[in-house]
């Protein structure tokens, strides 16, 4: 099982503006059809490899006749593919995972360059069938380009699912708790972190629908008439720098939490919720702990 790898794919080999077409839905029905997945920028001059099996060679030729960064990227990440790793292939709006059956070879359709089968494909569901830990991490910015790998706790779930045998459920530390939570849960267990630790301050859910992208939510309190506010991030760094400008200087605290760390220096107002100390509060909160006890071993 550990050396088992989960990919993200997108098959949608087509311009910007046709990827929600007709043509662009038969096509992806034919690759659940066929068990199929595979990465565009087809080129005619690659032709006379059809049928050859992905290599260092072969990536590195064709590398040096189309020289697109992100090709050579979902190239590189195609030709690490092995069988038996678990895809999850987003197709038709719908989740489907599967064992890969064969390395990937060059495609004779012209809509792929690198192809490859899997035994079968299986229906996830809708994005709202996923658990939130894997919305959370396919929601963040390497799982927008055509093929990326799914690790830690995310990728153990989707082994699960395939069928791959977890001797048991992964433990959440203080180290890994945050991989367990979807944007939303995080959002939620700081909005508690901060409910805890500032008595007197009412939540403001109007305050969601602001139109301050940095900003989740804002806590009030009535008698100072302060207000305090936070970002969270799963799986993306925060810029502290942002929250210097004459925008947030109404604040008097302005909480942080990220899962990748944080850019920049931080000043006064400005809490950087240490991670260990948030694993307390989510462990002492049953909301949270079994928001995902059905994936992973939360005992304390």
């Not at 040096?64 to 590189?76: E, P, S, Y």
């Not at 809708?126 to 396919?138: A, I, N, W």
């Not at 380009?145 to 706790?153: D, K, M, P, S, Y």
């Not at 400005?270 to 059905?294: C, G, R």
Request: charged residues 30%.
């Amino acid at each position: 099982m550990e050396n088992v790898r989960v990919w993200f794919v997108r098959c949608k080999p087509f311009n910007p503006n046709n990827r929600d077409s007709k043509e662009s839905s038969s096509f992806q029905e034919d690759c659940i059809d066929d068990k199929i997945f595979g990465m565009g920028w087809y080129d005619k001059r690659f032709s006379e490899h059809v049928g050859k099996e992905i290599n260092d060679e072969l990536v590195n030729s064709f590398r040096g006749m189309k020289r697109i960064g992100a090709f050579t990227r979902a190239q590189r990440q195609y030709l690490q593919m092995e069988i038996g790793d678990v895809v999850l292939a987003k197709l038709n709006k719908k989740y489907y995972y599967g064992k890969i059956d064969s390395k990937p070879i060059l495609s004779n359709d012209d809509k792929f360059t690198w192809c490859s089968k899997v035994k079968s494909w299986t229906l996830y569901g809708e994005y709202k069938d996923l658990p939130s830990h894997v919305r959370g991490l396919l929601s963040s910015q390497p799982f927008r380009n055509t093929v990326a790998e799914i690790t830690g706790l995310a990728a153990l779930t989707i082994k699960e699912k395939a069928g791959i045998v977890v001797e048991s459920k992964a433990k959440l530390t203080d180290k890994n708790f945050v991989e367990a939570l979807g944007p939303d849960d995080l959002e939620d267990l700081v909005a508690y972190y901060m409910h805890k630790n500032n008595e007197g301050y009412t939540f403001l859910p109007s305050s969601c629908k602001t139109n301050t992208p940095e900003i989740e939510y804002i806590m009030y309190n009535p008698e100072t008439d302060k207000k305090i506010c936070c970002q969270t991030k799963v799986n993306a760094k925060i810029d502290e720098e942002i929250y210097k400008a004459e925008t947030y200087d109404d604040f008097e605290k302005i909480y942080l939490f990220s899962g990748k760390g944080y850019r920049n220096s931080c000043e006064r107002r400005i809490i950087e919720i240490d991670q260990k100390d948030l694993f307390e509060y989510f462990k002492e909160n049953k909301y949270f702990t079994n928001l995902v006890s059905q994936y992973f071993d939360v005992s304390i």
